[in-house]
């Protein structure tokens, strides 16, 4: 069974939105920071986002403004409402859960991933 599972990704036009959850079956996401990740075809996994447990948010420069990164601890679910979408945020969007003390997102620092959803952006 996925640890994580990613869901919400779709094709979506310049400028539209989508939201991604990130829902856990075995672990309880509220005691470990959450982080959001991209892999565009050719490029290397990047950092996206990340929630700590107190609530704490870091983003990526060139999504700041555009994304926002939130938790559900009764759902136990972690959500990323992207706007103003671009082309060049298309890529495979994993999540990905890594200890309590980890702050920023860096994928060497995370130990528990999805297998990650879909997001097209394209008129």
């Known amino acids: 069974q996925v640890p994580l599972v990613e869901s919400g990704g779709g094709l979506v036009t310049p400028g539209g939105s989508l939201r991604l959850s990130c829902t856990a079956s075995?672990?309880?996401?509220?005691?470990?920071?959450v982080g959001w990740f991209r892999q565009a075809p050719g490029k290397e996994r990047e950092g996206v986002a990340c929630?700590?447990?107190?609530?704490?948010?870091y983003y990526e420069d060139d999504v700041k403004g555009r994304f926002t990164i939130s938790r559900d601890n009764t759902q136990n679910t972690v959500y990323l409402q992207m706007n103003n979408l671009r082309p060049e945020d298309t890529a495979v969007y994993y999540c990905?859960?890594?200890?309590?003390?980890?702050?920023?997102?860096?994928?060497?620092?995370?130990?528990?991933w999805g297998q990650g959803t879909q997001v097209t952006v394209s008129s």
């Open positions: 929630i700590t447990t107190s609530g704490g948010t």
């Open positions: 990905a859960a890594g200890s309590s003390i980890v702050v920023v997102p860096i994928p060497e620092f995370y130990n528990t």
């Open positions: 075995e672990l309880t996401l509220e005691d470990r920071t």
